[in-house]
């Protein structure tokens, strides 16, 4: 298989996944990868968890940034593959094991190969939450070091293995964390009048919360509310004093989101009222859009179609969310999907992608990188 030491990368990091800024074990491996490179052109600095990696060009014009995410999910792994997580109860099931790879792929490349102009690689922390993004570009280093443009690849488990897929402008939303803790009196679960029962307060505001993509966001736009987990109470017969949920909110626009929240607060104030309750409302980690450049989209688009064996999809915005949304509100550039064709999706416990489109993606970008830095 081509590219076969990178597979064998990817597996290393597929098994030790960690939270957003525990990655430590993650950045020590990466460290010890690029430290056995060629130094010549390499400069290397460790930001939290994460990494700024520049390679010095022969005659540079200008910096071109890649940026790749390095946390895992708090998910149990189910694939049994002889390779899955040593961590018990966490897993690289986003698929950022795969997008580490292709980095050190790309890097290795022109850390032989070097080109006109500078790179800088990204390894950034966090970007399933609490965010690591809008640290990382406050941080020295990035204002040392700031791209002038810049490229993020998502892998796509329903695209087959050879294919890509992007668009111009808008491909990812705007996301809210949401984190809603009810307060009310426990008791014994024989005298529920004498109680404000949580467990019932929290199943109706998640029914109700239903009714707010449904009945307050217009049909022609989009909008998501999940609620990933609830919390509450203790054992059968305590009616519970406490409740929690977290989950997500999702919006194609900022104007959304506003109308989304505000419908939210007064559910929870109606819930409040209803349930005879405290409810405190937090919306945690807030991701920007996902804004594609036109011009260097289309380009890249163009690029792959004709320069490489890739089928390129022109495809629609998804309601995932990304970090790196906010990178692209200072720097020009586009994040693209790649197919790894597997039979369960992102943030499933059997995601399993197709490790062949790991060389085809470091060609791919080797290949586009090479040629945007001969453009003078
Ligand atoms: C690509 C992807 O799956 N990204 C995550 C980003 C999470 C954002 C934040 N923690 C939230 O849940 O709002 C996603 O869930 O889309």
């Not at 329903?158 to 939303?173: C, D, K, N, Q, S």
Request: net charge negative; glycine share 8%.
């Amino acid at each position: 298989m081509k590219h076969e030491q990178f597979v064998k990368i990817r597996r290393d990091l597929h098994q030790i996944p960690e939270l957003g800024f525990q990655e430590v074990k993650t950045q020590k491996y990466l460290l010890e990868y690029l430290q056995q490179l060629p130094q010549d052109f390499l400069e290397i600095k460790s930001w939290k968890t994460g990494l700024f990696v520049k390679v010095h060009g022969k005659n540079p014009s200008q910096t071109i940034g890649y940026r790749a995410d390095i946390d895992g999910l708090p998910i149990t792994e189910e694939t049994g593959l002889s390779f899955c997580s040593k961590h018990e109860g966490y897993m690289h099931a986003c698929g950022h094991d795969i997008h580490m790879t292709i980095a050190l792929g790309v890097l290795t490349h022109f850390a032989k190969n070097r080109v006109d102009d500078d790179l800088v690689f990204l390894f950034q922390p966090a970007e399933e939450g609490p965010g690591g993004a809008l640290p990382m570009m406050a941080s020295d280093e990035f204002k040392a070091w700031k791209p002038d443009f810049m490229v993020a690849l998502h892998i796509a488990p329903e695209y087959p293995v050879g294919t890509i897929a992007t668009r111009e402008g808008i491909l990812f939303a705007n996301t809210s964390e949401l984190f809603i803790d009810l307060h009310g009196k426990g008791g014994h679960a024989a005298f529920p009048h004498e109680t404000k029962d949580m467990i019932v307060a929290a199943s109706f505001l998640v029914t109700q919360l239903q009714s707010i993509v449904s009945r307050n966001v217009d049909p022609l736009d989009s909008g998501v509310i999940t609620i990933g987990k609830i919390t509450g109470g203790t054992v059968q017969n305590i009616i519970a004093e406490k409740a929690r949920l977290e989950g997500t909110i999702r919006t194609l626009s900022d104007d959304t989101m506003k109308i989304m929240k505000k419908r939210i607060e007064a559910i929870v104030a109606g819930i409040e009222t209803s349930f005879d309750c405290k409810a405190t409302i937090d919306y945690g980690a807030n991701y920007r859009q996902v804004d594609n450049d036109p011009t260097l989209t289309r380009e890249f688009m163009t690029f792959a179609e004709k320069e490489t064996n890739m089928k390129v999809i022109d495809c629609n915005k998804a309601m995932t969310g990304e970090d790196y949304g906010y990178f692209l509100s200072e720097v020009p550039g586009f994040m693209f999907w790649l197919g790894v064709a597997s039979e369960h999706g992102l943030h499933h416990a059997k995601l399993n992608p197709n490790e062949n489109a790991i060389g085809e993606a470091i060609d791919l970008l080797t290949a586009y990188i090479t040629e945007k830095s001969k453009e003078k």
